[in-house]
């Protein structure tokens, strides 16, 4: 018997009368404030964040920016004439570049997340990662109260990356420290 | 440490070594704190909490009755989207797997992302047995890695050294490390210097998953530092090992875990970065990629209709740090990479009882004190699991010579039964107990306190007062 047939005839054995209990998904959070609670909670992580208006936006943006390459996706909602945009850069190309700045699919207050999906605006997974600072640009109108209002906004076939804060790791003395493998700078422009 | 948990000595003896040391108990007791403290703050935030505790569990319960049909769908839903399913019955079938993987494409270092299965299946070592390197690059990890030690925490698997111990670590092993401070941020720094190269060159990774989604066949990797974005995405090559509980059936059903683990884990509200992914994506990540679905006891776990349970987790690691057990004695003392409650209860269930004495001590590895239950986000009631393990354990040894232990239950049974006898030993135990505890029972109050024989009995009073009416 190959392994897939016994694992599959080990299970039916082990849950022969087994039911299964209903469940039902609970509610999340309903905050008054939802945009004020979303820029609270990214600071929370110790991450910058910017509140601007569709006109200071781009000026807000050119000031966040570091010094040195900047790398876009294709279909940045901001025109942005001295960045690369990417072609599919090597990863060693990326690491040359001091930031990326990206658009994103939704942010959630209760949690302080952004989710990317990697669609138009966002680019590949890799152009948020290697690069050392990581620019998001968040529309108020894209930002909801709790995780299960982000959930039917996200198409799960794309690859998603969620990210609550800059890289940080806890591992020693279980002190939370920012900045390891991912962006250790985490800037976010919030429109609206 | 030898970077095995083969051979290990029972739970009380390694526990009693444990114990003897200062500097693993103070290191222990100031995470732990610093976690507990955590945690209890942000799920005291969501309201709902108990609410999606059942949620959880409930969830889990559904995708372990119909376990064959979800993965099915699984390997159905991922085949469609480009990824390769391979099943493994057990430890060695899976490392063989990820081996042939490496070698088809002369591979011969892979980047790991931190994971409990690949621990438990021993892959770094097998993969080392066939000429493959495999490199660590979860900081903990990395940390274990270098020092030739073993993981004594879920989460946090150098949760037993300090900041100190870890310099000394990075000092011995990385290049260009002479200088390093014991600042957490500077060892931080450390580890991200010493693994760019590797990732940036990486031409394979291999990972684990919190997560299967059967409706859409998602894998889900929850994280903090980016070492597994980066093993995730860069690689072309990427092999993830899922041991088949970690189903849940829709994408909605993620959304009630993404809201529990986070604050159960790392005592945050999110945790920095969670990946997930769906077979391959046209020029963007891997592009060769294989999901090993692993059993390696988990359907014997299911079988068991108290135990079963034990395979909702969700790998928080609350249980541990709730642990009066665990906070005194570690993690190594449990001899297995799932310490703890969890583990006290994971190892005998995936395991079997009354085959390795080590793994039956487990189950006795515990208070009862039932603070696991209640810190667990999927309210997986490990007291009563281990209760019952206790039983499988006695029932395991029945035949052969009686334990001194049953020996003594025995005649405790007999003297209970008889009022005549009690009185009799009642007396006695008033001039005997420091001879007990000197002799006889000396097995018993090793570690427990042998409580005094009071002056008179309850049943003396009674005859001496009529009932209390004299």
Known sequence: MS????????????????????????AGSSPEDVVGLFAERVADYRATVVR?????????????LPEGRVVVPDGLSVRLP?????????????????????????????????????????????????????????????????????????????PLTWISGPSATSDIELDRVEGVHGPRTLIVLLVG | MTGTFVGMPKFPVAAREALADTQLRRNLAHATATIRDKRARVVAEVENWEELRLAGAAIKDAALASLDEHLVRLEERLTAAGATVRWARDAEEACAIVAEVAQAHGIDEVVKVKSMVTQEIGLNEALEAQGIAAWETDLAELIVQLGDDLPSHILVPAIHRNRAEIREIFRRRMDGAEDLTDEPAVLAGAARAHLRAKFLSARMAVSGANFAVAETGTLVVVESEGNGRMCLTLPEVLVSVVGIEKVVPTWEDLDVFLRLLPRSSTGERMNPYTSTWTGVTPGDGPQEVVVVLLDNGRTRALADQVGRQALRCIRCSACLNSCPVYERVGGHAYGSVYPGPIGAILNPLLKGVGVDEQVDSLPYASSLCGACFEVCPVRIDIPSVLVDLRSQVVDAHRGGIPSRESVAMKGAAATFSSGKRLGLAERAARLGTGVAARFGASAWTGARDLPRAPRESFRAWWRRTDGGRS
């Open chain 1, 3 to 26: 392994a897939r047939d016994e694992i599959l005839a080990r299970i039916r054995t082990a849950t022969a009368g087994v039911s299964a209990p209903n469940s039902a998904i609970p």
């Open chain 1, 82 to 158: 001295d960045a690369v945009v990417d072609d599919g850069l090597s990863p060693a190309e990326l690491d040359a570049c001091a930031a990326v700045v990206t658009d994103a699919t939704v942010g959630i207050a209760e949690t302080g997340t952004i989710v990317l999906d990697h669609g138009p605006g966002q680019g590949r997974r890799a152009i948020t990662l290697v690069p050392d600072v990581h620019v998001c640009i968040v529309r108020a109108d894209q930002v909801v109260a709790d995780v299960p209002d982000a959930m039917p906004r996200l198409d799960p076939a794309k």
């Open chain 1, 52 to 64: 601007c208006t569709p006109r200071t936006l781009r000026a807000r943006l050119t000031a966040a």
